[in-house]
C-alpha cells in the first residue's frame, strides 16, 4: 500500500513526523469542532476561529521543522538562529490574534483552542506514528 503523502505531490518533500503532526492537529480541531459549537453561542466565529488556530497550528509545527533543520547544519550560530526564528513565529502568532481580535472577524479563544492543537498533536504524534505504521503493514 502507497502511503497517503506519497499521493500527494506537495507532500513529498516534508518529514514524515510534520505529516503526522497535521494529522494530530486535524484530529484536535475535528473534536473541538464537534464539542464547542454546543457551549457558544456564536457558532460560526468560534468554528472560523479554530479553523484559524488549526491553520496557524500547522503552520508552526511547518516553520519549527525548517528552523530546526536549518540550525542543526549551523555551527556556533544555531543558537541565535533559533532564537530569531522562533520570537518571529511567535510574533506572527501574536499579530493573528490582535488581528482576530481587532476585526471581531472570529473568535480569538477559539482560535486559542485550535493552536493548542499543536500541544495536543506534539502528545498524540508517538500514537498517530504507531498507528500509521501497523496500518502499513
Same mark, same amino acid.
Given at each position: 500500500?502507497?502511503?497517503?503523502?506519497?499521493?500527494?505531490?506537495?507532500?513529498?518533500?516534508?518529514?514524515?513526523?510534520?505529516?503526522?503532526?497535521?494529522?494530530?492537529?486535524? *484530529?484536535?480541531?475535528?473534536?473541538?469542532?464537534?464539542?464547542?459549537?454546543?457551549?457558544?453561542?456564536?457558532?460560526?466565529?468560534?468554528?472560523?476561529?479554530?479553523?484559524?488556530?488549526?491553520? *496557524?497550528?500547522?503552520?508552526?509545527?511547518?516553520?519549527?521543522?525548517?528552523?530546526?533543520?536549518?540550525?542543526?547544519?549551523?555551527?556556533?550560530?544555531?543558537?541565535?538562529?533559533?532564537?530569531?526564528?522562533?520570537?518571529?513565529?511567535?510574533?506572527?502568532?501574536?499579530?493573528?490574534?490582535?488581528? *482576530?481580535?481587532?476585526?471581531?472577524?472570529?473568535?480569538?479563544?477559539?482560535?486559542?483552542?485550535?493552536?493548542?492543537?499543536?500541544?495536543?498533536?506534539?502528545?498524540?504524534?508517538?500514537?498517530?506514528?504507531?498507528? *500509521?505504521?501497523?496500518?502499513?503493514?
Amino acid at each position: 500500500m502507497i502511503p497517503y503523502w506519497k499521493r500527494i505531490p506537495f507532500l513529498k518533500g516534508i518529514n514524515g513526523t510534520v505529516k503526522e503532526m497535521w494529522l494530530g492537529v486535524g *484530529l484536535w480541531g475535528l473534536a473541538a469542532a464537534l464539542t464547542v459549537p454546543w457551549f457558544v453561542k456564536d457558532v460560526p466565529g468560534c468554528l472560523l476561529g479554530l479553523l484559524a488556530g488549526c491553520l *496557524l497550528a500547522c503552520a508552526c509545527v511547518w516553520h519549527m521543522w525548517k528552523t530546526l533543520d536549518a540550525a542543526l547544519e549551523l555551527g556556533d550560530g544555531a543558537q541565535r538562529y533559533m532564537t530569531v526564528r522562533s520570537l518571529a513565529r511567535y510574533s506572527v502568532i501574536v499579530l493573528v490574534f490582535v488581528f *482576530l481580535t481587532v476585526t471581531d472577524c472570529a473568535n480569538p479563544l477559539a482560535a486559542f483552542l485550535g493552536l493548542m492543537g499543536m500541544k495536543a498533536s506534539a502528545y498524540l504524534q508517538p500514537s498517530v506514528h504507531k498507528y *500509521l505504521e501497523k496500518r502499513r503493514r
